[in-house]
């Protein structure tokens, strides 16, 4: 079992930057990749970025390519994701999931959520 739990949310203003983490316990040795998903009020959880526990390979969805950076440390078993040039239409709750390594592309295991709000 992989528990993440996210941490660094919080409220800034356009065009600030946060980093959220994602601390990973449990068997961590299951773990292919991390990703990083987001919900805002009223719209379906969408897609941020994900990187392969190895770091071999990222990938962002289009609205946040040039702005965010996902980034692990393995040592600390931890995933983060440096957001830059903050919109309010990235606010959100943001998710960090598990991907499986049985099967790639199935993300098993969510944190708690952590709150990103950006003002204008």
């Known amino acids: 079992q992989v528990q993440p739990v996210e941490s660094g949310g919080g409220l800034v203003q356009r065009g600030e930057s946060l980093r959220l983490s994602c601390a990973a316990t449990g068997r961590t040795f299951t773990v292919y990749g991390m990703g990083w998903f987001r919900q805002a009020p009223g719209k379906e959880r969408e897609f941020v970025a994900r990187?392969?526990?190895?770091?071999?390979?990222?990938y962002y969805a289009d609205s946040v390519k040039g702005r965010f950076t996902i980034s692990r440390d393995n040592a600390k078993n931890t995933v983060y994701l440096q957001m830059n040039s903050l919109k309010p239409e990235d606010t959100a709750v943001y998710y960090c999931a598990v991907e499986s390594t049985r099967v790639p592309g199935r993300f098993d295991y969510w944190g708690q959520g952590t709150q990103v709000t950006v003002s204008s």
């Open positions: 990187i392969t526990w190895s770091g071999t390979s990222t």
